[in-house]
């Protein structure tokens, strides 16, 4: 009953910064956490960062120095900006969220996923 929208995947250069979205809606109550993970092709799920609802945040180590995650509570959506960006970081990214819904029972759910290719 919780959707997640994202937004603002793309082809980018190697070293250059892209800012990806994540709107959730429905019968939301509170979104006690939200985060972004990854997946290449042939890998793993992975996470990439975290952030609860007082804005508490955990990075993976290979993003750690390069993305920023932040959340706007009010509008329900989470961002992740991405800056010196690596071919590593080409992936599918999806966006998570988990928390309690006005029914009072919990939830996690995932967005459909947005495309980040670094290439030159």
């Known amino acids: 009953q919780v959707q997640l929208v994202e937004s603002g995947g793309g082809l980018v250069q190697p070293g250059g910064s892209l800012r990806l979205s994540c709107a959730a809606s429905?019968?939301?109550?509170?979104?006690?956490?939200m985060g972004w993970y990854r997946q290449a092709p042939g890998k793993e799920r992975g996470l990439v960062a975290r952030?609860?609802?007082?804005?508490?945040?955990n990075y993976a180590d290979f993003v750690k120095g390069r993305f920023t995650i932040s959340r706007d509570n009010a509008k329900n959506t989470v961002y992740l900006q991405m800056n010196s960006l690596k071919p590593e970081d080409t992936a599918v990214y999806y966006c998570?969220?988990?928390?309690?819904?006005?029914?009072?029972?919990?939830?996690?759910?995932w967005g459909q996923g947005t495309q980040v290719t670094v290439s030159s």
């Open positions: 952030i609860t609802y007082v804005k508490s945040t």
């Open positions: 429905g019968s939301i109550f509170t979104i006690n956490v």
């Open positions: 998570n969220a988990a928390g309690v819904s006005m029914s009072r029972t919990n939830f996690n759910s």
